[in-house]
């Protein structure tokens, strides 16, 4: 819980700088920074590559040998290189294939980190079976001795005590859980997953997708897997690959090879920068209405629309800016995110601030201070085009 409540605190506020500090567990506050950094630096002793490129010259790795990958990417690049389907030749026989080009399919990702403490309960639930009595899961005794502790009483006297008195009992570190209980973890989670890719699978613009490949470590679960199939039918494939719970892990590596794999992406939403601009009668909200000369602040110009392909490595048209006023010294773009397609103003809900790019106008060029800016949303960061 102390975990999930100091990284909840980083969301609490959304402009983030290098200046923020965060909160330990003991009074002391530290900047976020360092703490990206120290992590960084135990990833790499441990020879694995973490987040936070921004970050990552402080302990030595340089830029061109750090690179993000999203994780769907990399969980269909590792599936796109296995024997995942059936598919029939030309001859009429049946062979098991790899995906081909054109194929359409939805990657489905049911993984998670979770506490150390939760691992065994975790490997039980993908190694569960239906015709199975009892679940047998090891409890730390460490754990156990705190319980103890806290309480003042042993939890092997307490269970009887409670509504799973003869369905769960303990035996030293081992926990048998009866069959009807444990199944019962999963109603919960399974009822929303297979009713959220019902209603995927209905939509109209997934008419032609018709495999689902599920990857992460509760993909391991034949009784998810089951209830998947059971609730789609057969109207979708649904294709374990081995290993579902490193298919992320091993992808990620593939596309640090083979970066070019992944030729474009979908937008997943609508990038611009804030602007100011003349009121437009009509046009504009009555609330916006300056009370004094005409310009109106916090204007959404879109640079990228939510949906639009864009293309790896290609950046967009470039819009020009020109200063308020000619004595202006410095100007700031505010790069925001919508989640609506064609969104106004940058104050809407759904709009949140991902940056601040500041540009020193006293080396400007040009007479009238113009700034041409492009922008490049077709990676994991956005990139600065050029200026004037």
Not at 26 to 51: C, H, S, W
Not at 113 to 118: D, H, K, Q, R, S
Not at 236 to 259: N, Q, S, T, W, Y
Request: proline share 3%; charged share 25%.
């Amino acid at each position: 819980m102390m975990l999930y409540k100091k990284k909840d605190e980083l969301t609490e506020d959304t402009w983030l700088k290098e200046s923020i500090n965060v909160d330990g567990i003991t009074p002391k506050r530290m900047k976020a920074v360092d703490v990206f950094a120290a992590v960084i630096e135990y990833f790499r002793g441990q020879i694995l590559n973490a987040l936070q490129t921004s970050h990552a010259d402080k302990v030595g790795i340089s830029k061109d040998q750090l690179s993000l990958a999203l994780e769907p990417e990399a969980a269909s690049i590792h599936c796109g290189k296995q024997l995942v389907s059936v598919k029939e030749q030309p001859c009429g026989n049946k062979a098991i294939a790899g995906l081909q080009k054109g194929d359409k399919y939805m990657v489905f990702d049911q993984g998670g980190a979770y506490f150390e403490l939760m691992y065994n309960f975790e490997h039980a639930k993908t190694s569960f079976k239906e015709d199975t009595d009892k679940t047998t899961i090891r409890i730390s005794v460490a754990w156990l001795d705190t319980y103890k502790e806290s309480t003042k009483q042993k939890l092997k006297d307490v269970i009887p005590q409670t509504r799973f008195n003869n369905k769960i009992e303990l035996l030293n570190d081992k926990m048998r859980i009866k069959h009807s209980l444990f199944r019962s973890f999963f109603d919960y989670s399974i009822s929303n997953v297979t009713n959220e890719l019902d209603k995927f699978f209905k939509k109209q613009e997934l008419s032609g997708v018709h495999t689902l490949l599920a990857v992460g470590g509760f993909s391991e679960s034949s009784v998810l897997i089951d209830a998947v199939k059971q609730k789609l039918g057969k109207k979708v494939d649904v294709i374990v690959p081995r290993d579902p719970g490193l298919a992320v892990l091993k992808g990620a590596v593939m596309f640090g090879f083979e970066p070019g794999t992944i030729e474009s992406r979908v937008s997943r939403y609508t990038y611009g920068v804030a602007m100011q601009r003349n009121y437009i009668d009509g046009v504009d909200n009555m609330s916006m209405r300056p009370t004094f000369g005409s310009l109106i602040d916090d204007v959404f110009d879109i640079h990228v629309r939510k949906g639009q392909v864009v293309e790896i490595g290609h950046f967009q048209p470039e819009h020009t800016y020109f200063p308020v006023v000619d004595e202006q010294k410095c100007a700031h773009f505010e790069f925001f995110a919508s989640e609506e397609v064609d969104p106004k103003y940058t104050t809407e809900n759904g709009c949140n601030i991902l940056g601040v790019l500041g540009v020193d106008l006293t080396r400007k060029d040009s007479k009238d201070g113009e700034l041409s800016l492009k922008i490049n949303a077709s990676g994991t960061e956005i990139g600065k085009g050029h200026q004037k």
